[in-house]
């Protein structure tokens, strides 16, 4: 079973801090996505990494950043965080695949719950 | 941009009842469409990916159809139980981008 492993459950931050949000996924998969899910607006896509020190921005980039220095690990990260930021974020990965090839399903974590205080 | 529609936002049937779930995209020229099931608290689980070229899939007492000229897929699940009871998403992948619906909320009832 694909396994896609977030760092933290929940996470409390104060305003203007720095905040990092680490992904791990144990299948070798090449793709590597950062969501946030809002009540009302959903799932909305913040970075996408199809291969390592590769990105691409998503729907929603603005105060984030992301790092994928290895395979296996993409970092989410909030430069200074602010209180619309509080949010569910979710980490996925799947197989390559693009476009008319992209017949792979994505396979989500659990989630981490950040509170920007 | 692609817009995904689903309805109802809320469901609530008795136990053994089919269940019926409805998804609509504005854009046709997607590759393939995905079912996702969220329980409270947790990410997503995938239960169901159709290709572009794909009418339907089945996995068990799940079956998803696939009419992408007329923008739509249905979920149908049989003889419902208790735990169905979740959230079901459903999203449609343009390139690598997936864009999700805002989901249907199912209850069963014991």
């Known amino acids: 079973d694909v396994k896609v492993t977030q760092s933290s459950r929940y996470l409390v931050k104060r305003t203007g801090e720095k905040v990092f949000l680490e992904c791990v996924q144990d299948?070798?998969?090449?793709?590597m996505f950062w969501y946030r899910q809002d009540p009302g607006l959903g799932l909305r896509l913040i970075y996408f990494?199809?291969?390592?020190?590769?990105?691409e921005k998503g729907d929603i980039p603005e105060g984030y950043s992301v790092s994928r220095e290895k395979k296996e690990r993409f970092s989410l990260i909030l430069e200074s965080a602010s209180t619309n930021q509080t949010s569910m974020y979710l980490c996925?990965?799947?197989?390559?695949?693009?476009?008319?090839?992209?017949?792979?399903?994505?396979?989500f974590g659990d989630g981490t719950r950040l509170s920007i205080l | 941009k692609q817009e995904v529609t689903q309805i109802p936002a809320a469901l609530s049937v008795p136990e053994g009842e089919n269940l019926v779930l409805n998804c609509s995209f504005t854009?046709?020229?997607?590759?393939?469409l995905q079912w996702f099931r969220q329980d409270p608290g947790k990410g997503l689980t995938s239960l169901l990916l159709i290709q572009s070229s794909q009418r339907e899939q089945t996995s068990g007492r799940l079956n998803a159809s696939l009419d992408k000229s007329s923008g739509r897929s249905t979920l149908y699940i049989a003889a419902s139980q208790p735990g169905d009871s979740a959230t079901y998403l459903c999203a449609v992948a343009d390139d690598y981008k997936l864009s999700f619906g805002a989901g249907t909320t199912v209850t069963v009832r014991a």
């Open positions: 299948m070798d998969h090449e793709n």
């Open positions: 990494s199809y291969d390592v020190k590769m990105k």
């Open positions: 996925a990965s799947s197989l390559p695949g693009r476009g008319a090839y992209s017949n792979q399903p994505q396979h």
């Open positions: 854009d046709s020229a997607i590759y393939n």
